[in-house]
């Protein structure tokens, strides 16, 4: 073969180099194209949370009396819901768990549901109705009444009130403590849907959202029932009490830190000032226990209110007189670093200065609520003291508001602390006042029994030592088919578990661009989800207690 044969043969035949050429340019399209994606979904990854967070963020609250207001709808539908039981034991009904558990359900969750949603701006017409339905019940009752039928009204309360009550808890601390729990529980994951009003969030720096009583109530609700009230402190030496109140928090610690692990490692939203970057609401809890644990030991529970005063005025004064404020909202060098671990938490760490006031607030009010007292009248004059305390502080807040701050989660000022304080206690009088009408109601009714209430004595002319209930032995025995007393008894489990389900849905769910409807049955079925596992556990009397 010549050069020239040769030659064009080579000419002919293809070059493997050039025919790679396009196939490799074709793999580094495609790697590049899988980067592209891959960065293109890490920012929209990105953008979700940021929108997510700024969607949750920057808001400036409602009125006081707003909050107010639908703190006290589930008071009346416990009301109602009482009510209802009796007639339907006038009737001669009985009730399945199952049934039970839908009546407790719709009395007590549907109506915050819809308050913190749809029915946000109809809190006054929810307020009529519900009041306008419990009168009917109630009228029903009086109508059909089996004790002192043709006896005149006058004579009948006269009668009431010399009747003793009998409970191995206080129905109304139970019931303030579930409602706070069943509100939290029901807000943090309507937030994060559009039906959820705005003013209802967090406010940022100042003002007052329905869901800034959430923290506050709980750290209130829980220092009512504290083992120094109850007289469960240790007996032997202060410091050995102090080591066992360091031993009973490391359950608060594993969930904190749990808490924080996950929230990271997966890249879920975060309020960043409403505690700091590391910081979250185990952890205040952690340190308030530890703080009023040691205050408890020098201080008498029935004397903590001189403790609560003093810490929020001097916490105050601090505010207003020294750079701690700045400190607070600007990081310690003016410019809203988050370098180091203080500037990162700042807001967790100094807030807990005003839970630890409320906290003790909370225990001078179970140190008086949880005296030995037996008649109606005695509950009465109780449920009107703390009502007129109550009007008292938001008169106080009023001033305080105008003249010194605003309410402000963020520091928890004190402002603030007289306003969880005054709303705690509206809520709990209120609870009380429905307890003396529902135990009237029972009353009239024999052998009506309402879980989650007084049960009504009745001291003998002949022999006071020997008291008659009006219900039956057979019926104390029976197991409580009541979601409020299932949610009192797990109460922590409950609250693990919704926030573990908002987590869920959040991650599965576009919550930011939902219909109203469809945004209403995630939140019914996500309660119904936590309320039946708390429930059933109830059922079969089992406590998650590990420590």
């Known amino acids: 073969m010549n050069r020239n044969t040769k030659s064009k043969q080579d000419k002919c035949q293809p070059d493997h180099q050039l025919l790679l050429l396009p196939s490799l340019g074709f793999f580094l399209r495609s790697e590049d194209s899988g980067r592209e994606d891959q960065k293109s979904r890490e920012d929209e990854k990105m953008s979700q949370k940021q929108m997510k967070e700024a969607f949750v963020s920057n808001h400036n609250g409602t009125s006081v009396l707003e909050v107010t207001q639908g703190l006290c709808v589930p008071v009346l539908c416990?009301?109602?819901?009482?009510l209802l039981i009796i007639l339907s034991q006038l009737s001669r009904s009985s009730h399945t768990w199952r049934a039970r558990f839908f009546i407790d359900f719709v009395f007590l969750i549907v109506p915050l549901v819809t308050t913190l949603t749809i029915l946000s701006s109809f809190i006054y017409l929810e307020h009529i109705a519900v009041i306008i339905f419990g009168a009917g019940l109630f009228y029903h009752l009086y109508c059909r009444r089996t004790c002192y039928a043709r006896m005149p009204v006058q004579k009948i309360l006269e009668k009431f009130l010399k009747i003793s009550l009998e409970s191995e808890y206080i129905p109304a601390i139970s019931c303030f403590r579930v409602i706070n729990s069943t509100f939290t529980a029901v807000a943090i994951l309507a937030v994060d849907f559009p039906l959820f009003p705005r003013r209802f969030a967090k406010a940022e720096l100042y003002g007052i959202g329905a869901m800034d009583f959430g923290v506050g109530g709980f750290v209130f609700g829980t220092a009512m029932v504290c083992p120094e009230i109850r007289k469960k402190c240790m007996q032997g030496s202060k410091f050995y009490y102090f080591t066992k109140s360091l031993y009973s928090v490391w359950p608060l610690v594993f969930l904190g830190m749990g808490r924080l692990i996950i929230i990271?490692?997966?890249g879920y939203q975060e309020h960043i000032t409403e505690y700091g970057v590391h910081w979250n609401f185990f952890f205040t809890l952690i340190v308030v226990k530890l703080i009023t644990s040691l205050l408890l030991i020098f201080f008498p529970p029935d004397k903590?209110?001189?403790v609560a005063v003093s810490i929020t005025v001097l916490y105050q004064l601090a505010l207003d007189f020294t750079p701690l404020k700045r400190v607070i909202l600007y990081g310690t060098d003016g410019r809203d670093t988050r370098v180091g671990f203080f500037n990162a938490n700042r807001e967790g760490i100094m807030s807990t200065l005003g839970y630890v006031?409320?906290?003790?607030?909370?225990?001078?009010?179970?140190?008086y609520v949880l005296r030995k007292r037996s008649h109606v009248k005695d509950w009465t004059k109780v449920a009107c003291c703390i009502l007129l305390t109550a009007i008292s502080l938001f008169v106080s807040l009023y001033i305080v508001q105008v003249n010194v701050e605003k309410v402000s989660r963020r520091m928890a000022n004190l402002a603030f602390c007289i306003w969880i304080v005054a709303s705690s206690l509206i809520l709990l009088s209120s609870l009380l006042m429905g307890d003396i009408i529902l135990s009237f109601a029972k009353f009239l009714i024999q052998g009506a029994v309402v879980p989650c209430s007084w049960k009504l004595i009745q001291s003998p002319a002949t022999n006071k030592k020997h008291l008659e209930t009006l219900v039956s032995e057979a019926e104390r025995k029976?197991?409580?088919?009541?979601?409020?007393?299932?949610?009192?008894?797990?109460?922590?489990?409950?609250?693990?578990?919704?926030?573990?389900t908002t987590g869920l849905i959040n991650l599965m769910v576009d919550t930011l661009h939902s219909s109203t409807l469809w945004g209403l049955f995630v939140l019914c079925l996500y309660m119904v989800t936590n309320c039946f596992v708390t429930y059933v556990l109830h059922l079969q009397d089992k406590t998650i207690k590990f420590w």
């Open 78 to 82: 416990i009301l109602c819901r009482g």
């Open 264 to 266: 990271k490692s997966i």
């Open 304 to 306: 903590s209110w001189v």
């Open 357 to 367: 006031a409320i906290h003790m607030a909370g225990v001078q009010t179970g140190s």
């Open 478 to 500: 029976k197991p409580s088919l009541c979601l409020i007393t299932a949610i009192n008894r797990n109460q922590l489990i409950f609250f693990l578990l919704s926030n573990v």
